[in-house]
């Protein structure tokens, strides 16, 4: 079962395919099974945020969620709205030391805008919950990016960054008494016409603020890299699984192999797959109908037909030792507790009957090594 | 113009509410000439923008609106060059071709497709200024301009607007190669940080080549002639929550409001008196009527929530590709001829 192994499970998948509705329903299935669990959620919807009791007033502290089971559920749901300010004043050495590094110009362009800042909170809350230690399971919700392993590459994509300026302006000021680039000012001729260009392309100032913020930041740098390089073991630990939740139809499943190649590559373990909002197979042929029921039901048989190609397609590509389960499109979206709790069932029951089958093929491929 | 609700021919709702009217009256609208209202379709005024942003949640079908709309517009006698701005191709799917591969591929005589590296424009630039061969290879290679561009807020995104400006050309009079640019931005959040990026870079860059490319690019955003945001949504609550969040963002933060809202995926209207149990599947019909309910619940919404022309298309039971392509370029066509 996906529980007994590990003690993160990661969501991930794009957007618009029923993620967080997943994550939550994986949450009271292992809160059933007696599991203390703390889903961590990005993008709920408002029903689901009310069915967890999260939201706005609460920021991002985990709440209890009002479940009658053995194990107890507990649920966050970072702020969109938080920003990289929080993590300046949490970690800068004193008021004065965050002060330099939240006025500086270039600081305030980039807490808005870097690319991979929320996935970056993802990561440090991430980092902060697991640290503490007291959920048996922590099931963590993605961000809704475009590519689904955006919040995984985030570490990196953030600690390269600071790497760059950080090793190169913290360690040796750019910039000498004469307010002139030190590094190409050794270069002679040739420094003095890069210092041109860099002048006139990206400007001086502009550098000057880039080299004052990395020198502000240094004191924090050493930490930041620290947690990043804790989170990526923790994401490449046994104990954490990945389940990447994919849209059925043929066409979904280059961007599904895709990133469950990366997801192989990066070293993660996906625990399953799951083709989500899967259309019934199998309408009655359109005989005796009214042109309006049997516009409906041709569109169904066609749907229905499509999603079932798509899930045979995906079957045959993937490896047999590979889980990967199905799961119907509901007439209603689970929003409540008790919704949540009837699919959590459905998946941890399929997930189960998938792991046997994967385990069974494993072993037929071990033993024919073996041989 | 038609402000009352009425079925279409495949019993689609398609609608246009009663704020068109103060939508065609705003500042911004091309429709306005020496104060005097121009009797244009929303094709016409489509048809006369340069840049057209097609953004909205993954998975609602905006790769299948945007070659759709493409191929319109050409068949308009606009020149159009679809841009992709996403590693992973799809816009080649719905016109029958391979992938482009980063090349630009002429599809028809007026209908060309590309998917854009951003990074390459960048590079481009940087070559074209520091004519030093070498030089400009240390310095693109060099890791803090390698994360400069990586990190640094808008110089990507604005990168792809200076691409679909240089084609469009305009500059010293010349004509460019294409008169419209369709950008398939690649979601929501995307698109927003798209055309704030050169408003944003200007702020930072003030000289040299990014600050004049910022300052024109800003020009080009703001103006709501020569720049047009479609949304492409779904009849569901997460999508239709983002849409018209956006909406509005866009009008807070640049002063654009969407042209255009396309609700896509509409699933069929329930008959009202449903058949026997036994001719077709329960499970079926009930899937249907929960579906089609939670459509109908958030066309209501966006009516009311959303300032503008939209448009509904039926879910169609066509796999993606050419034949999708002309259903939707033909629904779209009808719907945006005769609402103006």
């Known amino acids: 079962m996906l529980f007994d192994r590990h003690s993160l499970v ?30 961590m959620t990005f993008d709920p919807s408002f029903r689901l945020k009310d069915a967890l009791g999260v939201g706005d007033a609460v920021q991002d502290r985990e709440v209890r969620v ?20 929080r993590l300046v004043r949490r970690y800068a050495p004193d008021e004065a030391a965050a002060r330099r590094i939240l006025d500086n110009r270039f600081y305030q362009h980039l807490a808005g805008n870097l690319a991979g800042i929320l996935e970056y909170m993802a990561v440090e809350r991430l980092f902060e919950v697991a640290a503490e230690d007291r959920y048996d399971l922590i099931v963590l919700d993605t961000p809704p990016t475009r590519q689904a392993l955006d919040f995984l590459q985030a570490p990196d994509r953030i600690v390269g960054f600071l790497d760059s300026g950080a090793l190169g302006l913290a360690l040796r000021p750019w910039f000498d008494a004469q307010g002139r680039l030190k590094a190409t000012a050794r270069l002679g001729g040739l420094g003095h016409r890069v210092e041109v260009f860099l002048d006139r392309v990206i400007g001086l100032d502009l550098l000057r603020e880039m080299a004052e913020f990395f020198q502000a930041f240094a004191p924090l740098y050493e930490g930041f890299r620290e947690r990043a390089t804790n989170v990526q073991a923790l994401l490449g630990a046994p104990e954490t699984t990945f389940v990447l939740v994919a849209g059925p139809g043929e066409e979904r499943i280059p961007e599904t192999l895709f990133f469950a190649r990366r997801l192989g590559e ?26 309006e029921t049997a516009a409906g039901v041709r569109v169904f048989a066609w749907l229905g037909e499509r999603d079932a190609q798509g899930l045979a397609a995906l079957d045959t590509l993937l490896a047999p030792s590979q889980p990967l389960i199905d799961l119907p499109l509901l007439p209603d979206e689970p929003t409540d507790i008790p919704a949540l709790r009837a699919l959590g069932h459905i998946v941890g029951a399929k997930l189960a009957g998938s792991f046997r089958e994967a385990d069974r093929h494993e072993g037929r491929d071990l033993r024919a090594r073996a041989r | 113009m038609r402000l009352s609700p009425e ?22 609208s091309p429709a306005i000439v020496d104060g005097e209202k121009l009797p244009m379709t929303i094709l016409e005024r489509l048809a006369g923008r340069q840049v057209l942003v097609i953004t909205g949640k993954g998975g609602v079908g905006k790769s299948a609106i945007t070659a759709a709309l493409g191929s319109l517009l050409a068949a308009q006698g606009r020149r159009v060059l679809l841009v992709e701005i996403d590693p992973r191709e799809n816009l080649h799917q719905m016109l029958g071709i391979p992938p482009s591969g980063g090349e630009l591929v002429q599809v028809q005589p007026r209908l060309a497709l590309q998917n854009l590296r951003a990074r390459q424009v960048i590079e481009e630039t940087v070559h074209e ?32 607007l200076w691409h679909a400006l240089r084609v469009l050309g305009g500059r010293d009079g010349r004509r460019g190669s294409f008169d419209t640019v369709l950008l398939d931005a690649p979601a929501t959040g995307h698109a927003l940080s798209l055309l704030m990026a050169p408003l944003l870079v200007s702020d930072v860059i003030q000289g040299g080549p990014f600050g004049r490319m910022a300052r024109d690019l800003s020009v080009l955003v703001r103006d709501a002639g020569r720049t047009g945001v479609i949304v492409v949504t779904r009849a569901e609550e997460m999508p239709a929550r983002e849409a018209i969040e956006l909406g509005a963002g866009l009008e807070a933060r640049i002063g654009l409001r969407p042209v255009l ?78 609402n103006g």
């Open chain 1, 10 to 39: 990661v969501v991930v998948g794009s957007g618009g395919v029923g993620k967080t509705t997943l994550a939550a329903a994986l949450g009271v299935q292992a809160a059933d099974s007696g599991l203390d669990t703390l889903v």
């Open chain 1, 66 to 85: 009002s479940l009658d089971a053995p194990g107890v559920l507990a649920a966050s749901l970072l702020d969109a709205r938080e920003t990289f300010d």
């Open chain 1, 266 to 291: 990066a070293g993660h373990h996906l625990g399953s797959l799951i083709v989500n909002m899967v259309h019934p197979r199998g309408t009655a042929p359109v005989t005796d109908m009214d042109e």
């Open chain 2, 7 to 28: 079925r279409g021919a495949k019993g689609s709702i398609i609608s246009t509410n009663r704020s068109l009217c103060d939508w065609l009256q705003s500042p911004g």
């Open chain 2, 129 to 160: 200024h520091l004519r030093v061969a070498i030089l400009s290879r240390r310095v693109v290679a060099s890791p803090v301009f390698q994360h400069f561009v990586g990190g640094a807020p808008g110089l990507k995104e604005m990168a792809v």
């Open chain 2, 261 to 338: 809202l396309v609700v896509n995926g509409v699933y069929p209207p329930f008959p009202v008196h449903a058949p026997p149990a036994s001719d077709v599947s329960h499970l079926v019909m009930r899937l249907w009527q929960r579906r089609r309910e939670v459509n109908e619940r958030e066309i209501v919404r966006l009516e009311r929530e959303w300032p503008g022309p939209r448009i509904e298309l039926p879910l169609v039971p066509v796999a993606r590709g050419p034949a999708l392509l002309k259903m939707l370029a033909r629904d779209l066509e009808h719907w945006l001829r005769s």
